[in-house]
């Protein structure tokens, strides 16, 4: 059995699980009226973790898709990381009263840095995921629609002093693309920092992409389109990988 995590995503618009490519709010496709179903669907399979992204939220800048993540999080016992418009305390509030039993931050991490250390320290790290979502190696903020001037090393390094442990780090150029994950980046993330857990999120097309991120040493891997698509058997995958 290998070793890494796999971690299937469902992007909320509207209440609906949709995709984007790259980021792209204009490429939005849906693939079911009722996330729900798909989680129960992947739990039904054997499935245990989830990372729910309220894309509204992030391009808004508060939590919209609330109802969502209860009731995935009541339906199901499903391990949720939800992300996506967590910008102030009544939205991480409402994100663990909704269910989630971890929350990822990313712009926040840029924009309001003491607020970010605020929830490390009140939540602790096993709550806590850091959001890395990159172009170029640069941090990318507000829904992928601004860069910020954080190279993606100095951001780990800054983070891992202050107690983050877990990182979900997304190479926007790959994602949505089906092309293969960013795997020299990742090989580049791990030497640096070994002690991360590094979850690889964006371009697995195949099942041949998650063999080569647990060969690398990546902790988990995020799986969206690859899975909408029929890219990848869901039974191949649960058999092989840890849920």
Known sequence: MSTIKIIPAIDTIGGR???????????????????????????????????????????SGHICNAEVLRRIASETNLKIDFGGG???????????????????????????????????????????????????EMVSISGWKEDSDYHLFSFLESYQKKGVKTVICTDISKDGMLQGPAVELYQKVIAEFPELELVASGGVGNIEDVRILNEVGCWGAIIGKAIYEKRIDMNELVNEFIL
């Open 17 to 59: 699980c949709v995709r984007l490519t790259k980021g792209d709010y204009d490429t939005e496709k849906v693939y079911s009226e009722d996330p729900l179903e798909i989680a129960k669907e992947f739990e039904r399979l054997g499935i245990t973790r989830l990372h729910l992204v309220d894309l509204e939220g992030a391009k």
């Open 86 to 136: 967590v910008k102030s305390n009544e939205d991480i509030e409402l994100a663990f009263q909704s269910g989630a039993s971890q929350v990822t931050g990313g712009s926040i991490a840029v924009s309001k840095p003491e607020l970010f250390e605020e929830w490390l320290a009140k939540y602790g790290s096993d709550k806590m995921i850091l959001g890395a979502d990159v172009r170029n």
